[in-house]
């Protein structure tokens, strides 16, 4: 069982400073750069090549050229300027963002009840959606860039697929190793990839400046006009421009809101849009070019050098989903939504570097897996978007939920505020839902299979604590009639407990069988809180009671490492005298599971639970406790 207990109250207190900002902003803008727009900076590879040529391809002329861009242009204003960078990242959870920081704020914001209960499933679908959305973008954007070799010599097609699984078991290999030194990298590379960008686009536009035009939205419009349906189905090739909006949110705790939003404003966005309007204007002249714009742009004597840059570009955003998906999984694990799993630090001086070989191993078979199923970065573009539009839908969702009730915008501007992003993603969103044939379906089905475990766990969690409960004995009751009567011992007991009220089964255990207490007893609780971070001074919450017992509850912000033995030595003479490791012991509960049919999940759920308990990390590893300091008791549990 997980011995943590997910706060659902308020924080224990202020949360601790974020120490990750405190270099220059020139600094952190070039880092979120390399980091924080990898995804969506790939996105000039495939996505106008994906609405002229893709499965509902257009007729490259004028009207669907200017259209295109027209609604490239205005997505990237609307969705990724105003919602996320002016709006959504000032819904920062103590500078932490994400579909998990989203919920632990609005929930702590909001008095429980059903409409608590119904954000909770929003964000765990967010969060499944997003590893869905990991699995298709270093798949998609790799392929994408190694694709370029065909541009260079047509010869070398059938050297696509294995070059690209190479690349892709290559960059998982090194997860291990930690991405200190390649994340040093990872900002000028980008920057001048960015920089390629705007020169190319910017060689081209020269060539047909009546591109220029699509800063008119009639030709957004205009496009709704001729074409009807099939516009609307090429949404979601156009969405493809905006991938990667979700990051800026998700990224916001390593680097802060506003060198975010001035690497966007300042970098990204007019690179961006130089290029497609670079590549637009491309079409216009050649419509040939539709096959691949992005590497017909170039040269032919600098297209093999794009290839080179624009793939190390593609495994620079595939490193950020990678270490997004690492974060994500931690806080899952922190906020109860996922048992103890191995979390490895792979940097001594940032908290942030974490390796987590399940997730990294399950990403990359995954990713191999959509390699040699799709084969080519144009069918695999057809489950691409799906995952990526229903986690802004969701973001959208409980956007609203905030405005209205955390916020209290005026409930004009909110209504109007809410009404046109609902518009917005509801287009993109079943646009998308078209592609579910042709492969949409892949991060749809995995975003439901994670979304079950998640469930299941949290529920099985709540369930199994519940049950326990049901037999405790109140702490006042215990010391008077047991405690005071039996043999004492040498020594620091540890007992480690979710309920923060009662007596562990571990130490009712121990009395049952050894019929003996140690001189001073601990009753630990472990508490997450729903902030990142947890000041010192809020760190501990102690209390003496009679007969050497104190009950302890350690509190941790959900970004944090738990380590029990670091905890119990910053104490000093709180608990009596301080602790020494080799005098004190540590008791466990390990319980059984008895799936049943009393009331509470169906029986393959209750067997799933049981299944995922018996894989956690043993909970000795998890709160770093001394192996030769653990004793174990076993007891069942129906649930």
Known sequence: MNDVAAAPDAPAGPAGAHDSRQQGIATLSLGALGVVFGDIGTSPLYALRETFVGHHP????????????????????????????????????K????SLALLALLTRSISPGKRTVGLVLLGVLATSLFYGDSMVTPAISVLSAVEGLTIVNSSLEPLVVPIAIVIIVGLFAIQSRGTARMGAFFGPIMLVYFLILAGLGVVNAVKAPEVLSFLNPYWAFNFFRIDGFLAFLALGSVVLAITGAEALYADMGHFGRKPIALAWLFAALPCLMLNYVGQGALLLTDPSAAQNPFYRMAPEEWRLGLVIIATLATIIASQAMITGAFSVTRQAVQLGFLPRISIRHTSARTQGEIYIPLVNWSLMIACVILVLGFRSSSNLAAAYGIAVTGTMFITTLMLGVLVFRVWNWNPILAGITLATYVIIDVAYFTSNLTKIPDGGWFPLAAGIVIFTFLTTWSKGRRLMIDRMNESAMPIAVFIKSAANSASRVPGTAVFMTTNPDGIPHALLHNLKHNKVLHERVILLTIKVEDVPHVAEAYRHEIKRLDGGFYRLVIHYGFMEEINVPGALASLKDECGTAFKMMDTSFFLARQTLLPSSRPGMAIWREKLFAWMMRNAESAMEFFKLPTNRVVELGSQVEI
């Open 95 to 98: 500078g932490e963002g994400g």
């Open 58 to 93: 257009l007729a490259v002329d004028p009207a669907h050229i200017l259209g295109v861009l027209s609604l490239i242009f205005y997505s990237m204003m609307l969705v990724v300027t105003v919602k996320y960078v002016t709006i959504v990242m000032r819904a920062d959870n």
